[in-house]
């Protein structure tokens, strides 16, 4: 694992007890709107993050334009998997 890597998956680490926590304040009224917001921030960082990784691997992703492709070509809506609504 390279140190990139590791960093990379520290952060999702990190943010994946970040949003395990929203999740509970969520589901019990206790979540307030900064908490909401910082968390949506950090999880867009992250997403960022985790597609320019994926673009570096090497399945043909890259650069595309200044578009970072990384080689999906449809994710499907959230719960459109196997007929799963979650």
Known sequence: ???DQARL?????H?????????YDLAGGRATARQ????????E???????EHGA????????????IDAGVIDTGALGERDGDPW
């Open 36 to 43: 909401c917001a910082e968390t949506a921030g950090v999880l």
């Open 15 to 23: 943010e994946q007890w970040m949003v395990d926590q929203v999740a």
């Open 45 to 51: 960082r992250a997403a960022r993050q985790l597609r």
């Open 1 to 3: 694992m390279t140190s």
């Open 56 to 67: 570096a691997l090497s399945f043909g992703g890259g650069l595309t334009g200044g578009v």
């Open 9 to 13: 998956a520290l952060l999702l680490t």
